[in-house]
């Protein structure tokens, strides 16, 4: 997905006023083929985003379907870059 580039800022839970046990949010902009996207995520206290009854669970599903027909790829293709990404913030 060369046509893709994201960026990733990650919000603990205290800037929502939560406890710390809980999730935190992943805030995405997708830049798909110079078009931007905006994406919010719930983050697993383990560092990956959160799935739900094995499906993608997605803030927005509307964008998300976007992306993915933006870039003709499919919905797990683009939820792994987005785990990928949201690792990589992690990790710094």
Request: glycine share 4%; proline share 4%; charged share 25%.
């Amino acid at each position: 997905m060369e046509n893709l580039q994201i960026d990733c800022d990650i919000n603990p839970p205290s800037d929502y006023g939560l406890s710390a046990g809980h999730a935190s949010m992943c805030r995405f902009t997708l830049l798909v083929n110079d078009e931007p996207f905006k994406l919010d995520e719930w983050l697993n206290t383990d560092g990956t985003l959160e799935r739900v009854d094995s499906h993608i669970k997605c803030c927005q599903p509307e964008t998300f379907a976007q992306v993915v027909n933006a870039l003709d790829c499919t919905d797990a293709e683009l939820w792994d870059a987005l785990n990928e990404a949201a690792r990589d913030e992690v990790a710094v």
